[in-house]
């Protein structure tokens, strides 16, 4: 399907070296489907989770109107915002036209929804917006961070994720502890090391700001210190303990994406189901033990 709708064009680096940045041919459309692929059920299933981590390492208790109100409400804003992503990453990585319309639709509810969330607190529209802005400026042009390695692993290592826990915490009556936060913070930092290490034939397709390989070592560094301390919160309940249980999960998924034999972020895709499962499993037994 071919289609003459506007669509958005980014003259700045993004595009494959062997294709002109000023597309002026008619492009194929693309797929309301493409805009939120399947895979991006396991970062948006790790949202309400991070928010009942807060939650429970806060000491907070769950209410409908408050925490399940901030569960829905964070959910929804960061798949509009994965969406708003992915359409910037089809417009200026694979060239398919995404409607000027569709992408302000997308923002304008994320607009919404952060004003819904001022309704509930305005602590919480806060959070809301600082995500919103960081996530913008990761993706949209033409700030664009994801162009280069170091911004990402600020926002999606430590940003993002510290951000997402404290939704949770502000219903709580006690401090996150700070063990309990570096262990959240060490792992995604690793996780995103390892996802930027995979994609470093993309990043050299479009001219992105390649991460050097001497941080790989530190990305693998990053991710057992953050299990091990994990593992720790929960044998000091800081984390609740039935999580032990998940340790051979935890740990063979850790040593397949860190695996040499793993070549691609496809590969660590494929077990979007597990992960979504296992995703679900921890925040029923976050919100239970509250």
Known sequence: MTGATPGISYKGKGAPRTQTRAVTCMREKARFGQLLPIHRLTVIAKTPVLVAFGLYMADGRFAWQTVGATLVLASLMWAALYAVNEAFDLTLEEHYVVPTATIAGLVGGVVLICGAAYL???????????????????????????????????????????????????????????????????????????????????????????????????????????????????????????????????????????????????????????????????????????
């Open 120 to 290: 509930i607190s305005p602590a919480l529209a806060l959070l809301f917006v600082l995500m919103t802005v960081g996530q913008l400026a990761y993706c949209v042009p033409p700030i664009r961070l994801k162009r280069w390695w170091w911004p990402v692993l600020i926002l999606s290592g430590i940003f993002n994720p510290v951000l997402r826990a404290y939704c949770g915490a502000i219903w709580g009556s006690a401090p996150m502890p700070v063990l309990g936060v570096l262990s959240i913070v060490l792992i995604h930092v690793g996780s995103t090391i390892r996802t930027r290490a995979l994609q470093r034939g993309r990043d050299l397709n479009l001219e992105y700001q390649i991460a050097p390989p001497s941080v790989d070592r530190v990305g693998a560094v990053f991710t057992v210190l953050g299990i091990l301390d994990g593992a720790y919160m929960c044998a000091m309940n800081v984390f609740p303990r039935v999580f032990l249980l998940s340790a051979p999960f935890v740990i063979g998924f850790t040593l397949f994406a860190w695996s040499d034999k793993t070549k691609s972020m496809k590969a660590v895709r494929r077990g979007w189901i597990l992960f979504s499962v296992a995703a679900a499993f921890g925040l029923v037994v976050l919100l239970k033990g509250q």
